[in-house]
């Protein structure tokens, strides 16, 4: 193999592996709650505190629950009201401000060193998190806990229509719910059929670094 056909060859790989390795979420779990338990779960009322964690516009904000719903139901979960569901299903879509995680990390009593199973079990190990990164909690209706985490970014970008940004939505929280422990269904695969549109969004997010 010539020199220019290596450099080619190499470049592809390397392309390739970041195509891949761009699709791998990033999660952590609480190692002694008993997951195989969970059979229902809920989201936050838009009346609730919740609301308050984030600053995201209500289209894209029904995109993610739309997305969470359509995922849980398909891997064996029940959708029930906050009185009678097991999880309380949180989400933070990461912004270029590093205040906006902390409050939401507060409001769902994000706890790093109490997740340490998954990839968080290594004593002391922090995540990157890019701006444009989702971030999905699996919330203990007990104490209004986090039990479960996942990171993993959307790259959502200002050319994307109505119909881009669902679509990278509902794959990212698929990928992200592979390595939910109570997953039931983790062969599961397919795309929602959603109503195409032109409409484009304005969130392109910066290339920042936040860690725990």
């Not at 195509?19 to 609480?30: D, F, G, L, M």
């Not at 912004?95 to 706890?111: Q, T």
Request: include cysteine.
């Amino acid at each position: 193999m010539s020199r220019s056909h290596l450099v080619l060859f190499t470049l592809a790989i390397t392309l390739l592996t970041g195509c891949i390795s761009s699709k791998v979420a990033t999660s952590r779990y609480k190692a002694n709650f008993d997951f195989t338990a969970i059979n229902s779960y809920t989201t936050f009322g838009r009346d609730s505190t919740f609301s308050d964690y984030q600053n995201i516009n209500d289209a894209t904000r029904n995109s993610i629950e739309l997305a969470i719903e359509q995922v849980f139901d398909k891997i064996g979960f029940t959708y029930r009201t906050s009185e009678n569901a097991d999880i309380v299903i949180g989400y933070h879509l990461v912004g270029r401000n590093p205040k906006e995680l902390s409050r939401y990390n507060k409001g769902v009593k994000y706890c790093r060193l109490c997740l340490r199973a998954g990839e968080g079990k290594s004593k002391g190990s922090t995540w990157r998190i890019l701006p444009g990164s989702l971030i999905l909690d699996v919330i203990n209706t007990e104490n209004n806990r986090s039990i479960w985490r996942s990171v993993l970014p959307l790259k959502i970008d200002g050319k994307d229509n109505s119909k881009d940004i669902q679509d990278k939505i509902y794959n990212a929280i698929d990928i992200m719910l592979k390595k939910f422990p109570g997953n039931k269904k983790l062969t599961a695969r397919y795309l929602p059929n959603i109503k195409s549109s032109t409409e484009k969004r304005s969130y392109v997010p910066k290339l920042a670094v936040y860690n725990e």
